[in-house]
């Protein structure tokens, strides 16, 4: 294998949801799906308070694999809440003087300065109110749904994941990360122009894809998702890990700190092609520090 690519799984899943990655990347690109507290082969662990503890355990998961594999390079993969704590880990890697990550793919959700809506807190909705939003977004099965069982064991795991999304309180960026990003968003979602916000969370070049589908793009577009992240990380290894491996044509950008800014809405001289793949190119930094 020539790249590590980790996965972080969104709110009520777990690691398995990346297995069926392994063989679509083929041999050069090593997906290794990072289980969270709580599920899956972490069932009974308790579940993380905040979003600090759950980036602080999924980074020193990190650290053991990348110990063992000191000279390849890697790239962390999240859909919805898996996005932003794939963000928060990325932080936290770098801030503790670690290889940062060549690329990050952040899919499924909002830029983190962008509040989570909901009509009432995860931990006031009965089980009626989380079968009707689940049906609303998809992605569950409807005999999981209807199975007493499987409620039981997957219902404690969502109300977990998001009450820690409810709890998120990011800090405002301040240039810390270099790396270029590919954020992802469904198209019928209709959260474009609000994806490209997240060109403000990195000096590094951001891409935003639009792929077919809605929350759930990631299964219901899956073909265009995996050729998206194995043609990105194969550029980035022809070019020896250079975010210039993005083949855009990106200007040098001032990042200091205080002129950053934060919008819901689409960044001003962003490019869009029509198509399956609609692509927003926001100009940041060349530089070779990923960090």
Avoid: N
Avoid at 20 to 36: A, G, T
Wanted: net charge negative.
């Amino acid at each position: 294998m020539d790249m590590l690519l980790f996965g972080l799984p969104y709110a009520g899943a777990s690691a398995s949801i990346y297995l069926r990655w392994r063989v679509p990347l083929q041999s050069d690109i090593e997906i290794v799906p990072v289980e969270l507290a709580g599920r899956g082969s972490r069932i009974g662990e308790p579940f993380y308070a905040d979003m600090a503890e759950a980036a602080s355990d999924v980074a020193g998961r990190i650290k053991e694999t990348l110990a063992r594999h000191p000279d390849k390079p890697y790239a962390l993969f999240g859909h919805s809440m898996g996005a932003k704590l794939a963000y928060e880990t990325a932080l936290l890697l770098c801030r503790s003087g670690l290889r940062a990550p060549v690329h990050l793919f952040l899919s499924g959700a909002l830029p983190p300065h962008i509040p989570l809506e909901r009509e009432r807190p995860a931990t006031e909705m009965s089980d009626a109110d989380w079968r009707r939003e689940l049906e609303q977004k998809g992605g569950t099965p409807v005999e999981l749904l209807d199975d007493p069982q499987a409620r039981e064991l997957f219902l404690p795991i969502l109300r977990a994941d998001y009450t820690l999304l409810e709890r998120y309180r990011p800090e405002p960026p301040a240039g810390e990360l270099r790396m270029p990003m590919t954020v992802m968003t469904g198209r019928q979602e209709g959260l474009a122009a609000s994806m490209d916000s997240w060109s403000a969370y990195s000096r590094g070049a951001c891409q935003v894809v639009v792929c077919e589908g809605g929350h759930f793009f990631i299964h219901e577009d899956a073909e265009t998702v995996l050729r998206i992240v194995r043609d990105t990380l194969i550029g980035l290894r022809e070019a020896d890990g250079s975010v210039a491996a993005l083949k855009q044509d990106v200007s040098p950008t001032d990042h200091r700190q205080e002129d950053v800014r934060l919008s819901d809405g689409p960044a001003s001289g962003s490019r869009r092609a029509t198509g399956s793949m609609t692509t927003v190119v926001r100009p940041h930094d060349k530089g070779g520090d990923t960090r």
